[in-house]
């Protein structure tokens, strides 16, 4: 079958509980403030000052539901719950499993207070980056534009976070579903609220940048060009060996020095602190979104522990990436990184840095079309039963990020974190397959500048069937891909920021303490989730999306979902 697929979600199990309504509106709105902090580095023009930016007007989300159990509180500065997380231990007897259920008693304590949050940008000036600050500008100020389909209104479409319900439970008198924002579960940074700058090795404007990028209608782009164009980015570090050379011709906003040092470390510390500073910012989540490095090799005494790592930038090592150093510069300013290519940003000795210094990492690759979409078609065949015995999929785009991956060692990065995707589906199904075995799986990444930011998708899925008999698959996806790229950076940001002010302890101790510094539970947006040391990588998408809804439930005193409604299906 063919499908042409913009958007793609996926539902998961749902739980029971009774809902207290705490106003008939889950959705709040309010006068859309000035522009004026979207532009931290740009010069002072009519509408907006980088020196003096207009404060936003906060639209956190405060909870629209209360849970009414003593296992739950709430405080001006807190939300307070007390958790009974169930498992199931397996041990092997005498050649048979023996289950035994577990049950691990959590605190959870959510600070309620969200405070301005900024993000800025590895590679501002991108199609990603031109796409989501414009994105946001027309959100703000609620912005309608004529297309030749008809007019079009902003929206935060594509956005987990901003665009999908959750079952909250069942209505106390009707019995019907009550399904709330998932943005409302937890008090959230709004996206419209969000103060945005970033880096660039290309220092054109933003309009500029949105014109090159081709991605927006130019109506929408007509009306965001003023505040655009009084953005331009910051210098960033630019090594000429870690990207294609094609992009030589792009690097004209460079900070001097073609290899990591210390000085380039010290130099994005300092525009990290500058940037929350002139804004009066609370909080700064960096995210790369910039072009896919070839893989750095993990050394032994170069990048495999934190000293190692910190010693080689300071020895100008030459296989100490640009995305490493900012992922060490953010890590030194307790600002939490997100990486949204599919290099090795985060080698041995990064990871140690971040749970040194109990800083929040998080990768690695943007999950937004084909990867999402095998991601849930391969779960959805092995759980039925099916046995997948291989994938091809092609690709052609026309955007700057094909241009880049038409170098092999930068495609090679990427090529890595597209395989690796059915890994942990085809290992969780020991009949269908034996130990080692696995679907043959091919990837391939063309080149094709006529098409664009409207990346072609084409994957076959071969698979055997009842009594030798097979099944094929064939989907044909456009994926606009910015547009779908774009709402996953937001939902990076404001999900990352979230699990800044989450903390937990175990029943009966005394003091809380913050998640894991590599952000697992935001595997649901990345094609390769980055996992703590020594932890399974989950890629199956129901289970990834699962466990971001559960995990945050658990954090209000609510039960994980399920589908189970035996309230319709036991004779009462």
């Known amino acids: 079958f063919h499908s042409y697929l913009h958007s793609y979600f996926f539902t998961t199990a749902q739980p029971l509980c009774r809902v207290v309504r705490r106003s008939q509106s889950l959705l709040q709105s309010t006068t859309p403030s000035s522009c004026a902090n979207m532009a931290p580095h740009a010069n002072d023009s009519e509408g907006f000052s980088a ?32 958790y009974h997380y169930r498992t199931t231990e397996v041990r092997r007897v005498n050649g048979k499993y023996v289950a035994k259920p577990k049950q691990t008693n959590y605190d959870f304590k959510t600070k309620s207070h969200v405070g301005k949050v900024g993000v800025m940008l590895v590679g501002l000036g991108g199609n990603n980056g031109t796409t989501v600050t414009a994105g946001i500008i027309a959100n703000r100020r609620k912005l309608t534009w004529e297309t030749r389909e008809g007019p079009r209104a902003a929206n935060y479409y594509g956005s ?50 949105m014109d090159r990028a081709q991605v927006l209608e130019p109506t929408l782009k007509q009306l ?79 990048n495999d522990t934190a000293d190692n790592l910190m010693a080689s930038i300071e020895a100008g090592h030459e296989e100490v990436s640009p995305s490493t150093v900012f992922a060490v510069a953010s890590i030194l300013e307790n600002a939490p990184f997100v990486n949204g290519s599919p290099q090795n940003t985060f080698v041995p000795g990064c990871i140690q840095l971040a749970e040194k210094h109990n800083a929040f990492i998080g990768g690695d690759d943007f999950k937004s079309g084909q990867t999402k979409m095998k991601s849930a078609l391969v779960d959805f065949l092995i759980n039925a039963g099916i046995k997948l015995t291989s994938i091809a999929s092609y690709n052609h785009l026309g955007n700057n990020d094909g241009k880049n991956l038409s170098s092999q060692k930068q495609f090679r990065s990427k090529e890595i974190s597209k395989s690796n995707v059915v890994d942990d589906m085809v290992a969780a199904n020991n009949v269908l397959y034996e130990k080692d075995e696995h679907p043959d799986h091919t990837v391939v990444i063309k080149y094709m500048p006529a098409v664009g930011d409207n990346k ?22 456009v994926c606009e891909d910015s547009l779908l790229a774009s709402p996953l950076i937001i939902d990076l940001v404001i999900l990352t920021e979230l699990f800044t002010r989450i ?37 199956a998408l129901g289970k990834q999306r699962s466990a971001l809804i559960n995990i945050l439930k658990a954090c209000v005193g609510l039960e994980p979902e399920n589908d189970m409604t035996l309230e319709h299906k036991l004779d009462c």
């Open 160 to 209: 987990v976070v901003m665009s999908s319900t959750v079952k909250l439970g069942t209505d106390a008198e009707s019995g019907e579903d009550v399904n709330i924002p998932l943005q409302s579960m937890l008090p959230m940074v709004h996206p419209d609220d969000l103060v945005v700058g970033g880096w660039d090795i290309s220092g054109m404007d933003l309009a500029s940048a």
């Open 51 to 82: 020196n003096n930016p207009t404060a936003t007007t906060q639209r956190a989300n405060v909870n629209d539901f209360s849970v009414e159990a003593p296992h739950v509180q709430y405080s001006n500065e807190d939300i307070l719950s007390k």
């Open 503 to 539: 903390q937990w302890r175990h029943d009966g101790e005394q003091d809380y303490k913050s998640f894991h510094s590599v952000l697992s539970v935001l595997s649901y947006m990345l094609k390769a989730p980055l996992t703590p040391p020594g932890t399974p990588v989950v890629n």
């Open 224 to 302: 965001v060009k003023k505040e655009m164009a009084g953005m331009k980015p910051l210098p960033s570090i630019y090594y000429p060996d870690f990207i294609a050379s094609n992009q030589g011709d792009r690097a004209d906003n460079v900070i001097p020095g073609s290899k990591a040092c210390l000085e380039h470390v010290e130099h994005i510390r300092a525009d990290i602190r500058n940037f929350k500073s002139s804004n009066s910012l609370d909080k700064v989540i960096i995210l790369w979104t910039a072009n896919t490095e070839r893989y750095a090799e993990v050394i032994p005494g170069v």
């Open 456 to 477: 072609r998708a084409l994957d076959e899925y071969y698979a055997e069937i009842f009594m030798g008999g097979h099944q094929t698959i064939s989907i044909f996806n």
